[in-house]
């Protein structure tokens, strides 16, 4: 049997009664769009998080771009996120006008540097052309930024602060989740995320109870929401007073059903593959360059298992002769991509990020990984010799 770099199917056998159970019956309520699965969803998924509020969305792109459109960011304004992560986290500033700050990340964990953060906070102010607003980290590859440290920074400075935890829903540090110390937690339940859907589908997670409310009516057209209905009497749908410029931006009843069920299973997910990522490090580590690194604290919710090697592309193809998939993430970083590399830094200002583009390599990593596929994964680079 061919080995699965995700194993989709696994979970879904192990749950399978469940989630055909929940799709039926969304299916006869015909409550298709914002059907009360959507609400209780997003009450389990706050609470899962430790946070107050969790707003189910289309997509995890646009989960981060609600709060930019609920602060008002806009042309002049400054972003700083990574440039080693996927385009999304930085493609929605400039849909709102306003300019991507790219920041190195640290060799260990590949999220963002606070310390070059800083640098280019520092900058931004002394060329006067830009006002700093928001920063972006990123969980890559499911381990935290480091979130208490960008707090502060966001604090000295004035900055809104958003965990784009997309690949890292579910991480902690020091058992805590990123909502702890971000404006709000961004997600993705796209198919191949730690907690996935069956088709798009995102959430933004928050202590901000005003928060919630404009990304609420945002993700609705711009509706009229319980606080612009303040002594003002309408009879009809709040979606037909529109009182912001919004989108059309909901969780499908379907994909919040279907994300119950998988809710209930995550935790135990998540320590099953943190035991098949403590063997693969200590069965690899003398046969890579570098197996991953997570920071005292914390806990990754892995959705990938990323090494180096001095040979990339060398081990990629031999791992697929011998039936063993792999993935390369971002071979490209975000500013030497054609369409952002008019923001990019002066050469050489992003060298790690540059540096990992072209040693990084991804494994098969899911909970339901058995020994003995593992054992021939770890074979199979073991016997690799370029």
């Not at 989960?63 to 960011?73: C, D, E, Q, S």
């Not at 381990?143 to 920074?153: C, K, S, V």
């Amino acid at each position: 049997m061919a080995i699965a770099f995700i194993d989709l199917q696994a979970q879904r056998k192990r749950i399978e009664p469940q989630i055909n159970a929940a799709v039926q019956k969304v299916i006869e309520s015909g409550a298709y769009i914002m059907g009360p699965e959507v609400k209780q969803f997003e009450a389990e998924l706050a609470t899962f998080s430790g946070a107050k509020h969790a707003l189910g969305c289309a997509n995890g792109t646009e989960a981060i771009v609600l709060p930019l459109m609920a602060w008002g960011l806009r042309s002049g304004d400054a972003v700083f996120c990574p440039s080693f992560t996927f385009c999304a986290t930085g493609e929605v500033v400039p849909w709102m006008g306003a300019t991507p700050v790219f920041v190195d990340v640290e060799h260990d964990t590949y999220n963002i540097n606070p310390d070059h953060l800083v640098d280019q906070i520092e900058r931004v102010l002394k060329e006067g052309k830009l006002k700093p607003k928001v920063i972006i980290g990123v969980c890559l590859f499911g381990q935290a930024a480091n979130y208490p440290r960008l707090r502060e920074i966001a604090d000295t400075y004035g900055l809104k602060l958003i965990a784009d935890s997309a690949q890292g829903f579910g991480t902690t540090i020091n058992g805590k989740h990123p909502s702890d110390w971000a404006d709000c937690v961004t997600t993705s339940f796209f198919p191949a995320k730690p907690l996935g859907c069956y088709g798009d589908g995102g959430a933004v997670i928050t202590n901000d109870a005003a928060l919630t409310e404009v990304m609420d009516s945002l993700r609705v057209h711009g509706k009229a929401v319980a606080s612009d209905l303040k002594g003002r009497t309408f009879e009809h749908d709040p979606k037909y007073l529109n009182m912001r410029v919004g989108m059309n931006s909901r969780l499908d009843t379907i994909q919040a059903a279907i994300l119950i069920e998988k809710l209930n299973i995550f935790a135990d997910e998540i320590d099953k593959r943190n035991v098949i990522a403590a063997r693969y490090n200590e069965l690899l580590r003398p046969h890579v360059s570098t197996v991953p690194f997570v920071k005292p604290g914390f806990v990754s919710s892995w959705a990938q298992y990323t090494v180096e090697h001095d040979n990339r592309d060398g081990l990629a193809a031999h791992l697929k002769a011998n039936g063993v998939p792999t993935a390369v993430y971002y071979p490209v970083p975000m500013h030497m991509n054609e369409a952002y590399r008019r923001w990019a830094p002066p050469a050489g200002e992003l060298a790690v990020t540059e540096t990992l583009a072209e040693r990084v390599i991804s494994l098969p990593m899911h909970p339901y990984l058995d020994p003995a596929t593992q054992d021939q994964i770890v074979d199979a680079v073991r016997s690799f010799n370029g």
